[in-house]
């Protein structure tokens, strides 16, 4: 059975109240449904429950104080604040209410709750009197201005021994929320591309020395098969143009397959499905040179040495970037240093309206991987980052952000 939370990144923030213990039930079954959940703990939330159990639940190591830095090259709160799909306070008590309300931010999950651009969800927990009181009401109405999400409290037998409405929602329950969710999400992206033209470039050109020979590059197709299936996945009409991959492209009856070798093959593949292209995508490596004259029978060795004079190939981005008009024209840049340089550079160059920069040199962000590690610009500059995710994840979010745009610029 497909797991319903596969590849979704949860932030789980448990707070200190006896509704703490429900935590490892949460972690647990958030993990099962495929969920990758990083949990964060309060001082006081750890005299309820062990960062051990917890730790072994999700697999996943677990933060509770904001200066325990073990990893010198990143910030580990900005880290998983950027990582997060989704943020879920649960149990939630008044103070952790009352810092969200108020933007205090005095220790680990506080802090990366200030970070977070992710939704967030708040699963109350409290003395029923606690939970009445104006105070926590104002800063739940604050909260719920801004956009967080309620998971409504239980009505029932507290551990002070009232009875009432402020008892933890059960895990079960939480998990059918976060659920829904997400499936209301991917609802609505389902027809966010309805009606488009979408063509994604894929792969890595081949340039012909002789019959048996040829100049390439490491680009697998994965990120082009990524970014097809999103794009049929959110209605649109998809052709994927696709030089040399590691594998077999999607078997969609919706994706409509078209191969090449070179450069020169991808660009006239492009320039004759232009005109009627809504977005354009190209996640291609495409060849910078070929060699100047091709043989055409098997180059036989013949001394120490073998010069190839190599030409420059069209650059595809650039002809297009000339004379695109309703377009919405998306590159990528590939480097092995300072990408964000060398991808503001390719955009203005190119008249791009979005570059997708990612240094190949970072593990899990190269060539042949199911991840990648990227940062998406437009004119203005940074537009969104994205660490270490997969390659679906970083289409969907490409091209949501891209129909987002074509929809702005239609009003």
Known sequence: MLKSLQGKTIILGITGGIAAYKGAALTSK??????????????????????????SLS????????????????????????AADLVLIAPATAN?????????????????????????????????????????????????????????????????GYVGKGRLEEPETIVSVVENYFAAQANAAAGALAGKKVIITAGGTIERIDPVRYISNDSSGKMGFALSRAARAMGAEVTLIAARTDEAPPQDPGIRVVRVE????????VMSRWKDCDILVKAAAVADYRPRESA???IKKSGDTLTLELVKTTDILESLGKIKDKQFLIGFAAETGNAEFYAKDKLVRKNLDLIVANDVSTEGAGFGTDTNIVSIYDAGGLVLDLPLVSKDEVARKLLLLASERIAGAAL
């Open 59 to 82: 697999k996943q190591r677990v933060y509770s104080d904001t200066f325990q830095e073990r990893d010198p090259s990143s910030i580990s709160h900005i880290d998983l604040a950027d």
């Open 262 to 269: 070179s450069a020169q093959d991808m660009y006239e593949a």
């Open 296 to 298: 055409e029978s098997k």
């Open 30 to 55: 958030l993990t099962q449904k495929g969920a990758e959940v990083h949990v964060i703990m309060t001082a006081s939330a750890k005299q309820f429950i062990t960062e051990l159990t917890l730790q």
């Open 96 to 160: 952790i209410i009352a810092k969200m309300a108020h933007g205090l931010a005095d220790d680990m999950l506080s802090t990366t709750l200030l970070a977070a651009t992710a939704p967030v969800m708040v699963a109350p927990a409290m003395n029923v009197h606690m939970y009445q009181h104006p105070a926590v009401l104002a800063n739940i109405n604050t909260l719920h201005s801004r956009g967080v999400q309620f998971i409504e409290p239980g009505e029932g037998l507290l551990a002070c």
